[in-house]
T-cell receptor, first 108, second 117 residues
Framework: KNEVEQSPQNLTAQEGEFITINCSYSVGISALHWLQQHPGGGIVSLFMLSSGKKKHGRLIATINIQEKHSSLHITASHPRDSAVYICAVGGSQGNLIFGKGTKLSVKP | DTGVSQDPRHKITKRGQNVTFRCDPISEHNRLYWYRQTLGQGPEFLTYFQNEAQLEKSRLLSDRFSAERPKGSFSTLEIQRTEQGDSAMYLC???????????????FGPGTRLTVL
C-alpha cells in the first residue's frame, strides 16, 4: 500500500463545477503539500498545511490530522485548471513523499 | 518560472552512455532535492543536500547514480552506464530549509526528460 493515496486518479468536469480531490496518508507527517503539474512537467506548490484550512483564490485545502486525510477543492472550475494535482507529505528529513496524482480535465 | 533552472531540458542517449544533469536552485536556498518521475506516477525522492552536504540517499539511487553540490550552489546528477529503465523525468527542487521540524515549500525546476534508447 502506498504511503500517500489519492482519489480519484482521473476526473473530468464541466466548466463551473465544484471539484474535490482527496488524499489519505499512512505515515506521520510534518506538513502536507498540494502541488500542480502541467503538461511538460513543471510543478508548482499550491499549499503547504499542517492543520485546518487554507484558501487561495478559487482553491481551498483542508486537512484532518486525526483522520490522516486532506482535500483540495476548486470552486467555479475553469479549463485552465486542467492539470495533474499531486498530494505530498513531508518526510522526517524534509523530503516529500508523493501520491500518484489526480489528472483533472475541465471541459468548456 | 519558479527560479529553479535545469539543464538540459531533454536528453536522448544510448544505453551504456553516461549522462550529467545540472540544477541551479534559488540562490538563498540551503536545501536541494532530486526526484525522479516516470510516466503516470508521482515523483520519487532520490537524494537531497543541505548546503554542500549530501544528507540522505534513497535506495532508488543505485551505485550508477552520483550527485554533487560542490559549493552549496548548483548541483549535478550523473548517471553512469545508463539503462532503459533510467528513462524518466528528473526533477530538482530547492527550499530554504527544514524549519522547526517541518518541510518548507519546495520550488521545482522544469525537469530534465531522459530517454535511454
Amino acid at each position: 500500500k502506498n504511503e500517500v493515496e489519492q482519489s480519484p486518479q482521473n476526473l473530468t468536469a464541466q466548466e463551473g463545477e465544484f471539484i474535490t480531490i482527496n488524499c489519505s496518508y499512512s505515515v506521520g507527517i510534518s506538513a502536507l503539500h498540494w502541488l500542480q503539474q502541467h503538461p511538460g512537467g513543471g510543478i508548482v506548490s499550491l499549499f503547504m498545511l499542517s492543520s485546518g484550512k487554507k484558501k487561495h483564490g478559487r482553491l481551498i485545502a483542508t486537512i484532518n490530522i486525526q483522520e490522516k486525510h486532506s482535500s483540495l477543492h476548486i470552486t467555479a472550475s475553469h479549463p485552465r485548471d486542467s492539470a495533474v494535482y499531486i498530494c505530498a507529505v513531508g518526510g522526517s528529513q524534509g523530503n516529500l513523499i508523493f501520491g500518484k496524482g489526480t489528472k483533472l480535465s475541465v471541459k468548456p | 518560472d519558479t527560479g529553479v533552472s535545469q539543464d538540459p531540458r531533454h536528453k536522448i542517449t544510448k544505453r551504456g552512455q553516461n549522462v550529467t544533469f545540472r540544477c541551479d536552485p534559488i540562490s538563498e536556498h540551503n536545501r536541494l532535492y532530486w526526484y525522479r518521475q516516470t510516466l503516470g506516477q508521482g515523483p520519487e525522492f532520490l537524494t537531497y543536500f543541505q548546503n554542500e552536504a549530501q544528507l540522505e540517499k534513497s535506495r532508488l539511487l543505485s551505485d550508477r547514480f552520483s550527485a554533487e553540490r560542490p559549493k552549496g550552489s548548483f548541483s549535478t546528477l550523473e548517471i553512469q552506464r545508463t539503462e532503459q529503465g533510467d528513462s524518466a523525468m528528473y526533477l530538482c527542487a530547492s527550499s530554504l530549509g527544514f524549519v522547526g521540524g517541518r518541510t518548507d515549500t519546495q520550488y521545482f525546476g522544469p525537469g530534465t526528460r531522459l530517454t535511454v534508447l
